[in-house]
């Protein structure tokens, strides 16, 4: 690295020296994800890791990939970089997790109009904060800097996660039967979606976006945006480990009507009780702000709901014990019931 330099390059917008600093900038953030399995160091071609297959009749590998969507014109506004690699992580280990299985590890890719080094290392820092909380090693990934094609403050951010669970243990969702009970995990907010929808409801770029908000605790309507989505994999996997969990559904983009239905198999539907979602006050807010009508509400956001959990009845009080044990305070919030409507809320 240290003869590699082109003012040439340079000249035309990319700064490589600038990709060696921001490498050499996020390793201490890397270093806190670094699980038993990963080998190597990052900056190599390819990021290496050995999976312990121990106990293991049939390992199968379960890959998600996702990225944090226009959530990211909040980050520039707020000039806050450090959260938003959580989202990043957030939304592919929570689909892995939906097939019963457990993230091994995680790549990320960054595309930036200039390669600030220290603004990368604030998102690599998130990245990492979000393998911490999801126990994936971070073991790979790429910056690459695209004057011309992004602004030079502006950047995307994508990743993927890969998990391991053994065949028997996949979820199968035949097993469900009407009565089964629908557990609702709470959210953290909005999360990662939705926010086309978001901005033009705010209009954040014209609107103070900073200044505190009684609806909100007093938070700014900026910061409660921001707020990173939960993470899932923790609580979840000590749930599988002692309940039968026959469905799982990561609410993102689509909602209740979208999501939960991609959850139960064909013949079955969702009835939720409208009354039992403990929806959050910036779900009011927007709905009041933007006149949202409830069902294009329920049909585009979470609402207070990040993740539904389908299990046998008799099994509910035993699944809250465990979620809430594991910091999450969930609750019933409806049952399948035979129905092709998909959502049915009352």
Do not use: W
């Not at 939906?98 to 820092?125: H, W």
């Amino acid at each position: 690295m240290k003869n590699s330099k082109s003012d040439s390059y340079a000249a035309a917008g990319v700064d490589i020296t600038a990709g060696y600093r921001a490498v050499e900038l996020m390793k201490k953030h890397i270093a806190r994800t670094l699980t038993p399995g990963a080998m190597g160091e990052v900056g190599g071609f390819g990021g290496l890791f050995l999976p312990n297959l121990v106990g293991m009749e049939e390992p199968v590998l379960v890959s998600g990939t996702d990225g944090v969507g226009t959530k990211l014109k909040m980050a520039f506004l707020m000039d806050k970089h450090d959260t938003v690699g959580i989202d990043c992580v957030a939304m592919c280990v929570n689909d892995v997790i939906c097939c019963g299985a457990s993230p091994l590890f995680f790549l990320d890719y960054i595309a930036c109009g200039k390669n600030v080094p220290e603004r990368i290392e604030q998102i690599v820092a998130g990245v990492s904060e979000g393998c911490v909380q999801s126990g994936a090693a971070l073991i790979g990934g790429e910056t690459a800097e695209m004057p011309g094609f992004y602004p030079e403050d502006e950047y995307d951010l994508a990743g993927f996660a890969v998990g391991i669970v053994d065949r028997k243990n996949i979820l199968d969702n035949k097993t469900v039967k009407a009565g089964d009970v629908i557990i609702a995990l709470p959210s953290s907010g909005v999360h990662s979606n939705g926010f086309s929808l978001v901005r033009k409801v705010f209009d954040v770029e014209k609107n103070d976006i900073k200044t505190p908000v009684a609806e909100l605790g007093g938070k700014s309507v900026g910061e409660t945006l921001l707020t990173p989505t939960k993470i899932y994999v923790k609580p979840m996997t000590a749930l599988f480990k002692e309940v039968k969990v026959k469905a799982v559904s990561h609410i993102t983009g689509g909602g209740f009507y979208e999501n939960i239905p991609r959850s139960l198999p064909e013949g079955f539907s969702a009835k939720i009780e409208k009354s039992a979602v403990k929806i959050l006050p910036i779900f009011d807010l927007i709905a009041k702000t933007g006149n949202i009508p409830e069902r294009d509400m329920f049909n585009t956001f979470n609402m207070g709901v990040g993740m539904s959990v389908t299990v046998a009845k008799e099994d509910a009080d035993k699944s809250l014990a465990i979620l809430k044990a594991n910091g999450i305070d969930a609750y019933i919030v409806g049952e399948a019931v035979k129905s092709d409507e998909g959502v049915i809320l009352c």
